[in-house]
């Protein structure tokens, strides 16, 4: 009778330990889990934002926030995309389109209730020279400076970016209440940086270089 209760004890014991090796391991493996994250493609539809020739910055952030929602999706959020193809979001009746696309974006971040927002976009500058990944942010939250600390701590390791973290007081990071930044991902006017921006392979490193970042503020 003693040795069976001792092997059900011993069981018991097995199997908590099972049951936190497993969550500790999941934590590894996802440690997103239940974040909600929503990503802002800058532009869109009758807005290009900034453009070289045929080239759009709307199309290239597009192609960048597809593969930086698979990224953090891997690691476990739960992920919206303000917009998922080639659309803005003001109206034909719309007085001020810009401002009323912006408000449509914020309202679409509030309204499932993120945790964090990232707005993707690409810079110009009429000299060249310009070059390198950056992150504005509104100091309307704390967390905003943090957020923006972490990703460019991770653009200058990986990416050998020479920007720096930067205050913004555009309208849409005024107005929306989600901790976020605005990430410009390099400039379209250097022509060295715009190459890398069509490619593919580099759109994947900034993509999982960001990722790397949300995860060390999260963890």
């Not at 092997?7 to 440690?31: D, K, M, Q």
């Not at 020279?129 to 400076?145: F, I, M, R, T, W």
């Not at 930044?181 to 960001?210: H, M, W």
Request: with cysteine; charged share 25%; aromatic share 12%.
């Amino acid at each position: 009778m003693l040795k069976r209760y001792y092997v059900t004890i011993f069981f018991f014991l097995l199997t908590i330990f099972f049951a936190i090796l497993t969550v500790t391991a999941s934590e590894v493996e996802l440690p997103l889990l239940g974040i909600v994250i929503s990503i802002d493609a800058g532009h869109g539809g009758r807005d290009p934002g900034t453009m070289y020739g045929n080239i759009y910055e709307k199309d290239i952030n597009l192609e960048i926030a597809k593969k930086l929602e698979a990224q953090l999706l891997s690691k476990g959020a739960i992920v919206y995309q303000v917009r998922e193809d080639d659309v803005d979001f003001s109206s034909d009746y719309d007085k001020r389109k810009k401002r009323s696309d912006l408000l449509r974006r914020i309202k679409k971040i509030e309204d499932v209730n993120s945790d964090l927002y990232l707005s993707i976009h690409i810079n110009w500058y009429d000299n060249p020279s310009y070059h390198g990944a950056e992150v504005l942010y509104y100091d309307s939250l704390p967390q905003n400076k943090i957020i923006g600390d972490y990703i460019m701590e991770e653009f200058i390791k990986t990416l050998g970016s020479t920007r720096h973290l930067t205050p913004t007081d555009l309208y849409m990071y005024q107005t929306i209440k989600i901790p976020g930044v605005l990430i410009e991902c390099g400039f379209l006017s250097n022509p060295s940086e715009r190459a890398k921006l069509l490619d593919p392979t580099y759109q994947e490193t900034l993509a999982k270089t960001i990722t790397s970042a949300i995860v060390r503020y999260y963890t």
